[in-house]
C-alpha cells in the first residue's frame, strides 16, 4: 500500500509487468502505473507482432524485442510451473494507464476484489489480446458455495483497445473495458463473479 496521501508512480518500459501476484492474502493499493504507450506507435507494436508470427514456428522468437509491447499493468497469476492458485487479492484506488498489454488482469486465480482503479489506455500494442480489466478461466480454490467470490466494482475504464491482431487467431480481438473471460477447456467453475 502506499503511504497515507501519496501515490508513487511505477514506471516499466523494458519489463513484461509492472506488478506480478503469484501468492494469495496480497492487497495492491494506491499506485499509479504508467507504461510506455505515449513512446511507441502502431508501427512498433505491428512489427513486433510480425516478428512472432514468422518466427513462431521455428522457435526463433527474440523474446527481448517483442516484449516491449506487452508489458502489463498488474498480473495475478500462478507461479510458472505452480499448481497452486493465487486467492484472496484486492486490488483498490490504483491508476493504470498508458501500458500496451493489460491494465488489471488475472489468470488461474480466485477471490478477487477490484474496486475504485482507474484504468485507460492500455491493451493498445499487445499481440496476445488483453483488455483494461479482465478475469480469465478462474480457479476454484476450495469447494465452498458463496455467493460471489470476484468483484469488480467502482472502477473507471476507459479508453483500452487492441490495435494489432492477436497472434493465436491472427485476429483482431479483445482490448475491452472490462471482461470475464473464458473457461472453456477448465475444470467448472463454482464461484460467481459480479461487476457494477
Given amino acids: 500500500m502506499a503511504y497515507p496521501g501519496h501515490r508513487p508512480k511505477l514506471k516499466a518500459i523494458d519489463a513484461w509487468n509492472h506488478i506480478v501476484v503469484n501468492a494469495s492474502y496480497i492487497r495492491i493499493e494506491g499506485f499509479e502505473i504508467e507504461g510506455a504507450n505515449t513512446n511507441l506507435t502502431l508501427s512498433d507494436g505491428k512489427a513486433r507482432y510480425n516478428h512472432f508470427v514468422q518466427n513462431k514456428p521455428t522457435n526463433s522468437i527474440d523474446w527481448n524485442y517483442v516484449h516491449k509491447t506487452q508489458t502489463n499493468g498488474i498480473y495475478m497469476k500462478p507461479e510458472a510451473g505452480s499448481t497452486s492458485y493465487p486467492h484472496h487479492i484486492i486490488v483498490k484506488n490504483n491508476i493504470v494507464h498508458d501500458v500496451p498489454g493489460g491494465g488489471i488482469s488475472a489468470s488461474d486465480a480466485d477471490y478477487l476484489t477490484i474496486e475504485n482503479n482507474t484504468v485507460y489506455n492500455n491493451s493498445w500494442y499487445?499481440?496476445?489480446?488483453?483488455?483494461?480489466?479482465?478475469?480469465?478461466?478462474?480457479?476454484?480454490?476450495?469447494?465452498?458455495?458463496?455467493?460471489?467470490?470476484?468483484i469488480i466494482r467502482n472502477n473507471r475504464v476507459y479508453n483500452n483497445k487492441t490495435l494489432d491482431k492477436w497472434e493465436k487467431t491472427q485476429d483482431y480481438s479483445d482490448g475491452n473495458g472490462i471482461i470475464i473471460d473464458s473457461t472453456k477447456n477448465a475444470p467448472a467453475y463454482i464461484g460467481k463473479t459480479v461487476t457494477k
Fill in 126 to 150: 499487445t499481440l496476445y489480446a488483453t483488455s483494461g480489466i479482465s478475469i480469465l478461466t478462474p480457479k476454484n480454490t476450495d469447494s465452498y458455495i458463496t455467493s460471489y467470490r470476484n
